[in-house]
Nanobody, 123 residues
C-alpha cells in the first residue's frame, strides 16, 4: 500500500484544515488507516483512526470533538477534518495503515506510512 498525504498549511488558532490521504495498491477490508503527528522535539503520536470496512473511528483524547476522520472506499482515500485548531496541534501529520484494527493507537503496529504534511497553527 502506498500513501500520499496532502492538505497541510498555515492556519490561525481556531481555524480549520482538511488533510487528505490517497491510498494505492491492495487494501484489505480488515485494514485500518490512521493519522499520526509529530511535533518538533516530541515523539510521534496517534491522532485518529478509521476501520476501512465499517468506518468505525477512534480518537486521541486531545482531538475528540474537534477532529473527524473519514474514509471514502470508492476513492481509496482517508480524510482528517480538523476544526478549532490550537497551537499544540502544530506538527507533521502522517497517514499510516496497518493490517488490523487491533491496538489502533499503538505507533509500532503500522506497516505503511505516507510522507508527512506540515500543519502549523499560529496563535
Amino acid at each position: 500500500v502506498q500513501l500520499q498525504a496532502s492538505g497541510g498549511g498555515l492556519v490561525q488558532a481556531g481555524g480549520s484544515l482538511r488533510l487528505s490521504c490517497a491510498a494505492s495498491g491492495r487494501i484489505f477490508s480488515s485494514s485500518a488507516f490512521s493519522w499520526l503527528r509529530q511535533a518538533p522535539g516530541k515523539e510521534r503520536e496517534f491522532v485518529a483512526g478509521v476501520r476501512w470496512s465499517s468506518g468505525t473511528t477512534y480518537y486521541a483524547d486531545s482531538v475528540k470533538g474537534r477532529f473527524t476522520i473519514s474514509r471514502d472506499n470508492a476513492k481509496n482515500a482517508v480524510y482528517l477534518q480538523m476544526n478549532s485548531l490550537k497551537s499544540e496541534d502544530t506538527g507533521a501529520y502522517y497517514c499510516a495503515a496497518k493490517a488490523t484494527w487491533w491496538d489502533i493507537s499503538s505507533i509500532s503496529g503500522y506497516n505503511y506510512w505516507g510522507q508527512g504534511t506540515q500543519v502549523t497553527v499560529s496563535s
